[in-house]
Nanobody
């Protein structure tokens, strides 16, 4: 079994920053691609950013390019999402997600995710 525990959410003003963390346990973190998804009220869960198992390749949704940065520290089994220049439309519950299969490509849709964190609320005020 895999456990993913997020932290770092909270309230920020527009233009501000937050850093999310996700600590993984239960399997070899470094073998699995990871991603951050988010879900706003009344909307479907969507991919925000994803990173390969080695950390060498990253992908971003168009709506966060240039503002958010995904990274990982395999020695600490931790995934990060640095969020800068926050906008009110970034308000959502953010979820850490792990790919189902070792060495597989990054998870682009919820269906490709094997494990989810519990989610952390991010609220951006205008």
């Amino acid at each position: 079994q895999v456990q993913l525990v997020e932290s770092g959410g909270g309230l920020a003003q527009a233009g501000g920053s937050l850093r999310l963390s996700c600590v993984a346990s239960g399997r070899t973190f470094s073998l699995f691609a990871m991603g951050w998804f988010r879900q706003a009220p009344g909307k479907e869960r969507e991919i925000v950013a994803r990173i390969s198992w080695s950390g060498s390749t990253t992908y971003y949704a168009d709506f966060v390019k240039g503002r958010f940065t995904i990274s990982r520290d395999n020695a600490k089994s931790t995934l990060y999402l640095q969020m800068n220049s926050l906008k009110p439309e970034d308000t959502a519950v953010y979820y850490c997600a792990a790919q189902k299969v070792a060495y597989a490509s990054t998870p682009r849709t919820p269906g490709e995710v094997g494990y989810w964190g519990q989610g952390t609320q991010v609220t951006v005020s205008s």
